[in-house]
């Protein structure tokens, strides 16, 4: 642990050394709800084949209202041999930069970094840089004992430069200089003084005014071969932007869908939600069987070959990988999308499963379960949707049966919001989801889709094995509003079903 935190304290005592030093940031990644950064100039290396550096998130501003801050600045430890990132620390900033919250990662964890995906884009710009590299440490320190020492001796320097005679070589060298600058002034040229070879890394430091005869009327030139080197100032960048076209469009979650991705095109929090022209229900003539003919980019509803829900039976037992959560008490905005209950929340609840780590987004629900164990079905479930910064989804599932009143549930059903479509944030009020997770934590996982058009692919799906209780009343009062939204279960096709043993 003491060589991980060498990296750290060198780069904090270095920003605090060179607090002039403006940050780099540049785009990495971004879409319609934030903006991936990197600092190029908080680049460091410590020890050799290892690097840290500044990264931050930028909500949009939907999003940021949601979360309670604008930015998310991270410190990242990058292994540029074994191609795998730690998370440091994280910074929380409001629209003013003013610090919301700052904490420290208790265990820091080596992720491998995924092929293709935005940690291989910040682990590539931050170990294998275009151009230049980074100085590590010890040229920085020396670079900063150099210029100390020439700042000490800049007027010894100045009277132990041989300045060769333009004219009049019986007269001192600094009166030369002097009255070279004035004649040059009154004549309107620059004045030519050659100096020294060894001068041209640093321009000649200005007289004393006691040594000049007159004060000279024009700012002071550089001498011609210093003009010839000019120190690197790079041109000024413009502020980033939230809200653009995005510059990286990954895969179809990060579109507007119904239910599952449905935050993802939210709008104004309190104003009705934009939905599909084309309506879908889940019964008649605009039910689950006729959705992939109802428009062109919802055809995998019908000719998927990955679809969910299934019936999950003949899982193979393994020692699946514990999830790991990090959920908090978060505040919430709650709305009846026409389809579902669903609650969309801020950033600062993740999961982290199979080496990625995944925001989630919202929770919505179904009567009766959409998921069946072994051909057995449940009154209702609760979907959690978690998506990471690639925009790969992953379906958290809690079966839900008849039993005991659930504290989270009468929240959320105590604010309901009086019209569809229109979502309401309830002040004050906050829901801790850890409280929704059963407290055996073992679960079945397959690869599968979202169960509302337009049934995109590439999700993974985590089922809880062990339900977790709500009252028959609390059953009753999603019943009046939503008798029945469960998608048919569909084909398995061969798909590997593993579940924790």
């Given at each position: 642990?003491?060589?991980?935190?060498?990296?750290?304290?060198?780069?904090?005592?270095?920003?605090?050394?060179?607090?002039?030093?403006?940050?780099?940031?540049?785009?990495?990644?971004?879409?319609?709800?934030?903006?991936?950064?990197?600092?190029?100039?908080?680049?460091?290396?410590?020890?050799?084949?290892?690097?840290?550096?500044?990264?931050?998130?930028?909500?949009?501003?939907?999003?940021?209202?949601?979360?309670?801050?604008?930015?998310?600045?991270?410190?990242?430890?990058?292994?540029?041999?074994?191609?795998?990132?730690?998370?440091?620390?994280?910074?929380?900033l409001d629209e003013d930069a003013v610090v919301v919250k700052d904490e420290r990662v208790k265990v820091e964890k080596d992720v491998p970094v995924t092929p293709g995906s935005v940690d291989e884009k910040l682990w590539r710009d931050v170990c294998k840089p275009a151009g230049s590299g980074v100085a590590d440490i010890s040229q920085l320190a020396k670079k900063a004992s150099r210029a100390a020492q020439a700042s000490q001796t800049a007027s010894a320097d100045l009277r132990a430069a041989d300045y060769r005679p333009a004219r009049g070589a019986d007269?001192?060298?600094?009166?030369?200089?002097?009255?070279?600058?004035?004649?040059?002034?009154?004549?309107?040229?620059?004045?030519?003084?050659?100096?020294?070879?060894?001068?041209?890394?640093?321009?000649?430091?200005?007289?004393?005014?006691?040594?000049?005869?007159?004060?000279?009327?024009?700012?002071?030139?550089?001498?011609?071969?210093?003009?010839?080197?000019?120190?690197?100032?790079?041109?000024?960048?413009?502020?980033?932007?939230?809200?653009?076209?995005?510059?990286?469009?990954?895969?179809?979650?990060?579109?507007?869908?119904?239910?599952?991705?449905?935050?993802?095109?939210?709008?104004?929090?309190?104003?009705?939600?934009?939905?599909?022209?084309?309506?879908?229900?889940?019964?008649?003539?605009?039910?689950?069987?006729?959705?992939?003919?109802?428009?062109?980019?919802?055809?995998?509803?019908?000719?998927?070959?990955?679809?969910?829900?299934?019936?999950?039976?003949?899982?193979?037992?393994?020692?699946?990988?514990?999830?790991?959560?990090?959920?908090?008490?978060?505040?919430?905005?709650?709305?009846?999308?026409?389809?579902?209950?669903?609650?969309?929340?801020?950033?600062?609840?993740?999961?982290?499963?199979?080496?990625?780590?995944?925001?989630?987004?919202?929770?919505?629900?179904?009567?009766?379960?959409?998921?069946?164990?072994?051909?057995?079905?449940?009154?209702?479930?609760?979907?959690?949707?978690?998506?990471?910064?690639?925009?790969?989804?992953?379906?958290?599932?809690?079966?839900?049966?008849?039993?005991?009143?659930?504290?989270?549930?009468?929240?959320?059903?105590?604010?309901?919001?009086?019209?569809?479509?229109?979502?309401?944030?309830?002040?004050?009020?906050?829901?801790?989801?850890?409280?929704?997770?059963?407290?055996?934590?073992?679960?079945?996982?397959?690869?599968?889709?979202?169960?509302?058009?337009?049934?995109?692919?590439?999700?993974?799906?985590?089922?809880?094995?062990?339900?977790?209780?709500?009252?028959?009343?609390?059953?009753?009062?999603?019943?009046?509003?939503?008798?029945?939204?469960?998608?048919?279960?569909?084909?398995?096709?061969?798909?590997?079903?593993?579940?924790?043993?």
């Amino acid at each position: 642990m003491r060589h991980r935190m060498r990296p750290i304290v060198a780069l904090l005592v270095f920003a605090g050394a060179s607090a002039a030093m403006a940050a780099d940031w540049q785009t990495v990644a971004s879409d319609k709800k934030r903006t991936i950064e990197l600092d190029r100039a908080s680049i460091l290396q410590s020890d050799p084949g290892t690097k840290v550096a500044w990264g931050r998130i930028v909500l949009s501003g939907s999003e940021a209202a949601t979360a309670g801050y604008v930015t998310v600045k991270a410190l990242n430890r990058y292994d540029c041999r074994n191609q795998t990132f730690a998370t440091i620390k994280r910074v929380y900033l409001d629209e003013d930069a003013v610090v919301v919250k700052d904490e420290r990662v208790k265990v820091e964890k080596d992720v491998p970094v995924t092929p293709g995906s935005v940690d291989e884009k910040l682990w590539r710009d931050v170990c294998k840089p275009a151009g230049s590299g980074v100085a590590d440490i010890s040229q920085l320190a020396k670079k900063a004992s150099r210029a100390a020492q020439a700042s000490q001796t800049a007027s010894a320097d100045l009277r132990a430069a041989d300045y060769r005679p333009a004219r009049g070589a019986d007269k001192p060298a600094l009166t030369r200089v002097a009255e070279g600058k004035a004649q040059g002034a009154e004549q309107g040229a620059e004045p030519s003084i050659p100096i020294k070879k060894n001068f041209i890394d640093k321009p000649a430091p200005p007289p004393k005014a006691e040594l000049m005869e007159k004060p000279v009327a024009r700012a002071e030139a550089a001498p011609p071969e210093v003009q010839r080197v000019p120190a690197y100032s790079p041109p000024p960048r413009p502020k980033p932007r939230l809200v653009r076209a995005p510059a990286v469009q990954r895969a179809p979650a990060m579109l507007a869908v119904e239910g599952h991705a449905g935050t993802l095109a939210q709008g104004a929090p309190g104003t009705p939600w934009a939905h599909h022209h084309i309506h879908w229900s889940y019964e008649g003539e605009f039910g689950p069987p006729n959705w992939g003919t109802l428009k062109p980019e919802w055809q995998l509803c019908n000719t998927g070959e990955r679809q969910s829900p299934i019936d999950i039976r003949d899982g193979i037992k393994v020692d699946l990988e514990p999830i790991r959560f990090d959920y908090r008490p978060s505040y919430f905005r709650i709305i009846d999308n026409g389809h579902t209950i669903q609650v969309n929340l801020g950033h600062g609840n993740t999961l982290e499963v199979m080496g990625r780590v995944y925001d989630l987004v919202q929770l919505h629900f179904h009567r009766p379960s959409e998921e069946r164990i072994n051909g057995r079905g449940f009154d209702m479930v609760a979907h959690l949707v978690h998506k990471d910064l690639d925009g790969r989804l992953a379906v958290l599932a809690v079966l839900l049966e008849r039993g005991g009143a659930h504290p989270v549930i009468q929240t959320l059903w105590n604010n309901l919001p009086l019209e569809k479509q229109v979502d309401y944030s309830p002040e004050g009020v906050a829901i801790d989801l850890n409280q929704l997770l059963p407290e055996n934590r073992n679960y079945y996982t397959y690869m599968g889709s979202l169960t509302t058009p337009p049934c995109s692919e590439g999700v993974m799906w985590m089922v809880m094995k062990q339900p977790v209780q709500v009252a028959a009343e609390q059953i009753a009062i999603f019943s009046k509003l939503y008798p029945m939204n469960a998608r048919p279960v569909q084909s398995i096709r061969n798909r590997l079903i593993k579940e924790s043993r």
